[in-house]
């Protein structure tokens, strides 16, 4: 079975800061990564498709990366904004018809003005 | 430009009622899925379908039944609310291949 591990689970930093999230996850047989974002009482925002033949995929201040065979994503997100502030969510997707997320529990980011 | 909705938003339920929560898309994605998220739990898995007429069941399907008559609409069911189903339940979806997952904004449940 599939484990998801975010770290740390919270983590407060100073506007403009760069800063890393880390995933690791058990199984590397999976089909993509993604990652999520979470603002409190709200739905899931994607922020980054990392399909298995890739390394990393860019969108704006965030880079995500994938070793499959280390069980290792980082999302790296340049030059913080307290805009910034919410839960990051990262999830793997399995194949073989499935297609199911399995998800960490999360990091909750403070970015502080 | 609708994405995914879930309707209601919020919902209390007595224990023992019954309820479907709703799950429309219109991104003609073949793959929907049903999730609860519940505080140092995460969210988990509570059934998927790879296309209107097939269904399975995910990692905590006790307690909820759906269907998929069409690629659209993707309902669950609460036959008999319990309290233990207090929850925040999410619908996503996506092609199936791609595996982009969208997620719609949410149905909070409470079971007194």
């Known amino acids: 079975k599939q484990e998801v591990t975010q770290i740390p689970a919270a983590l407060s930093v100073p506007e403009g800061e760069n800063l890393v999230l880390n995933c690791s996850f058990t199984?590397?047989?999976?089909?993509?990564l993604q990652w999520f974002r979470q603002d409190p009482g709200k739905g899931l925002t994607s922020l980054l498709l990392i399909q298995s033949s890739q390394r990393e995929q860019t969108s704006g201040r965030l880079n995500a990366s994938l070793d499959k065979s280390s069980g290792r994503s980082t999302l790296y997100i340049a030059a913080s904004q307290p805009g910034d502030s919410a839960t990051y969510l990262c999830a793997t997707i399995s194949g073989a018809g499935s297609y199911q997320l399995t998800f960490g529990k999360g990091t909750k980011l403070s970015v502080i003005p | 430009n609708a994405g995914v909705t879930q309707t209601p938003k919020f919902q209390v339920l007595k224990t023992g009622q019954s309820m479907t929560l709703q799950c429309a898309q219109d991104m003609n994605h073949e793959y929907m899925s049903w999730y609860r998220q519940d505080p140092g739990m995460g969210l988990r898995l509570i059934h998927y379908s790879v296309g209107a007429g097939i269904t399975d069941q995910g990692e905590v399907p006790n307690g909820y039944n759906v269907s998929r008559s069409t690629t659209e609409d993707f309902p669950l069911r609460l036959l008999s609310a319990a309290p233990s189903q207090t929850s925040v339940y999410f619908c996503?979806?996506?092609?199936?291949?791609?595996?982009?997952?969208?997620f719609g904004q949410g149905t909070r449940l409470t079971v007194v």
């Open positions: 199984d590397s047989a999976i089909y993509n």
């Open positions: 996503a979806s996506s092609f199936v291949g791609q595996g982009q997952a969208f």
